[in-house]
């Protein structure tokens, strides 16, 4: 992501270009309509009737052009004089053939061919070249930010508007940004990482010395929203230089070598300002591995090109640092990440537990918050979120305590906002037939009861049978226990699985009929049971051989096959088997538990929210439960 703070003032090239043609007809218009035949009209005199008839006695008419309306003629000098018509006249031919006048058409068109070129011809050409000049210039000003313009000169082309190809990387100085290590919360993995490049730039002579060299390039890789662009900034802010910003995309343009003269542009600029940090954005959209394929994109190979060669031209000790981020790093042209180019990789994580709590707290601090808030149960709550994500909670929160008309946020906003980011708002007015929020009901606490009844599966949050705009009818939130949980077990794999199967179970066991409402946990079951046995070994079958090999790991972690077709039709049978166990594991849990499925499904049903406790409160009642409960936190709805 990329934050400019003049981004919305500058001008596009697109608008530009649009207003420029808007002008220049203008102008032509103007020249044909108003200015042209006033210049000509100017050259051509007003005489009386009287003149004219004296003048063609006098023989020193020399053309004449009889109009509808006006007699236009010259003397022998070539002026040129105008008079009106006089109907009584009968005898004006003859006595103007008589005198020796000739008799012409176009006395005014004819009356002087170099001006009259000048004048439609050179003069809007003249007008269009200046006004392209003029546009341009104030561009290329507005986009170099108000206090630096920089590489403005050379508009060559055609109307000078060769400066629409220039970099608009603009620079940043550390004392307008501000933003420093202590803003990016958790990351300290990859705080620890950068703080060499931050070390570096404040003393190169300490490197050079020992004869180290700088990696040229540095880069992040993680999920979208992870604090990127932000530790980008930080080190540049630590560092207390420059920070030239520019995100990959912009890079590739419509014609054929811009993006090149683009990356060119923006290295001679980072030199001249070195010590400082380039900052490449989503860099995957030039630096797709170049391929083969019949579908070849000229324009970026050239711009990943010109990288490439910009960033072998300079030493590595210059102080100029490129740092560029990606979410893709499996799709990078192995040219870019060889020694000697992006060189050294820093990972960007989602954040774990601790850090989730630390984002919030840092993002908190930007708004008023009720004291008694406990951002540990919220960071829980928001398991999975990235660094972004919590930010927008945290907005959201505060956006919700104004439209209630309170002073400060509450931790029921924080919650509330959570689902709202998640789940999307609750939707106030939606139709939902009696039946249909019976069968809603019975199948959340069928999730709830088997996660409940299960070893080692998480505790529920809360339990809602308010539909979302995000389609959700409803849904059972578990809470994640402890923070440093990074492996799990097949066990919990498997509970994890009849969980999500839970909520099919309690329909067929209440109704006997089943519904649509689970298509989004049989997808989720079949994602976690295809796993276990491609990836990680689950099964008695295949071993530890992989059959799956994930290619896109930080977006969605779409996967490829890598096993023969019988092999294939295996894994799909061993796929259903497995789902097929847990199902009736969570049916049998179920019908185990019939009556407390019908204590819970109803307070639910009347409640239409219910919390943790109360769910655990009803549950045990009667019964003792007595299971320690961890696991990972999980939406299903
Ligand atoms: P990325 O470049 O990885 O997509 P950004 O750096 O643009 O993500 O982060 C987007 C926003 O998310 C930031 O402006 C910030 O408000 C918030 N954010 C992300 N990670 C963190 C973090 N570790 N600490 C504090 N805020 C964060
Ligand atoms: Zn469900």
């Not at 202590?182 to 703080?195: F, I, R, T």
């Not at 210059?318 to 990078?332: D, F, H, K, Q, Y």
């Amino acid at each position: 992501m990329n934050t400019n703070n003049n981004s919305n003032k500058k001008p596009s090239p697109e608008r530009s270009m649009t207003l420029f043609y808007l002008i220049a007809i203008l102008i032509i218009l103007i020249l044909n309509f108003m200015v042209i035949p006033s210049i000509q009209e100017r050259r051509i005199r007003n005489v009386d009737y009287g003149t004219f008839m004296n003048m063609t006695n006098d023989k020193e008419i020399s053309q004449v052009e009889i109009q509808d309306n006006q007699i236009v003629f010259t003397d022998k000098n070539g002026n040129i004089y105008r008079t009106g018509i006089m109907e009584e006249d009968s005898g004006l031919v003859e006595r103007l053939y008589n005198s020796g006048a000739k008799f012409s058409t176009e006395i005014v068109e004819q009356a002087s061919p170099l001006l009259e070129f000048l004048l439609y011809w050179l003069l809007p050409i003249i007008v269009f070249i200046l006004l392209g000049r003029w546009i341009s210039k104030k561009m290329m000003n507005a986009m170099n930010g108000d206090s630096m313009s920089f590489g403005g000169g050379g508009f060559g082309g055609i109307g000078g508007m060769g400066g629409f190809g220039k970099s608009k990387a603009r620079v940043y100085v550390q004392s307008t940004e501000g933003i420093h290590f202590s803003d990016v919360a958790g990351e300290d993995e990859a705080k620890e990482n950068l703080q060499e490049i931050v070390e570096y730039l404040h003393n190169p002579g300490k490197y050079k010395e020992i004869g180290a060299s700088m990696p040229k390039g540095v880069l992040l890789v993680g999920p979208p929203g992870t604090g990127k662009t932000m530790l980008a900034k930080a080190v540049a802010g630590e560092a207390n230089v420059p920070f030239f910003s520019m995100s990959g995309s912009e890079f590739v343009e419509m014609f054929v070598g811009m993006g090149a003269s683009k990356v060119r542009d923006l290295f001679a600029q980072a030199k001249e300002k070195a010590p400082c940090i380039v900052f490449i954005d989503e860099i995957d959209a030039i630096g797709k591995k170049r391929d083969t394929s019949l579908s070849t994109n000229d324009e970026r190979e050239q711009t990943l090109n010109q990288l490439l060669t910009e960033m072998d031209g300079f030493e590595s000790n210059n102080g100029v640092i490129i740092l560029a981020a990606t979410n893709r790093p499996e799709s990078l042209d192995p040219a870019l990440t060889r020694p000697g180019r992006f060189d050294r990789r820093v990972p960007v994580e989602l954040p774990d537990l601790k850090g989730r709590e630390d984002i919030l707290k840092v993002h908190a601090k930007k708004i008023k918050v009720a004291s008694d808030v406990d951002y540990n149960k919220v960071a829980r709550m928001a398991a999975g979120a990235s660094g972004a994500e919590l930010a927008n909670i945290v907005n959201e929160a505060a956006l919700r305590a104004v439209r209630d008309g309170r002073r400060f946020a509450t931790e029921a906003d924080f919650e509330e906002s959570i689902e709202v980011v998640i789940a999307g708002y609750q939707k106030k007015n939606a139709i939902m037939t009696t039946k249909e929020k019976l069968i809603v009901s019975y199948h959340e606490i069928g999730h709830a009861l088997v996660a409940a009844k299960q070893k080692n599966s998480a505790p529920v949050q809360k339990i809602t049978i308010i539909p979302r705009t995000s389609g959700a009818l409803g849904y059972t939130m578990q809470v994640e226990d402890d923070g440093n949980h990074v492996l799990m077990s097949k066990e919990e794999m498997e509970n994890k699985i009849a969980t999500l199967t839970g909520g099919r179970a309690a329909e067929e066991i209440e109704f006997g009929s089943i519904t649509t409402g689970a298509s989004n946990d049989i997808e989720q079951a079949t994602r976690l049971a295809r796993a276990m046995i491609t990836r990680y070994g689950m099964s008695d079958d295949f071993d530890m051989v992989a059959m799956e090999t994930v290619t896109n790991q930080y977006l969605g972690g779409d996967t490829t096959l890598a096993c023969s077709a019988e092999t294939q039709a295996l894994i799909d049978k061993k796929v259903v088997e497995l789902v097929r166990r847990e199902h009736e594991k969570a049916r049998k849990i179920l019908q185990d538990n019939k009556p407390k499925l019908d204590e819970l499904a109803k307070y639910l049903y009347e409640k239409e929210t219910i919390t943790g406790e109360e769910f655990m409160d009803i549950l045990n009642r009667n019964s003792s439960l007595t299971d320690s409960m961890q696991g990972q936190a999980q939406l299903n709805p």
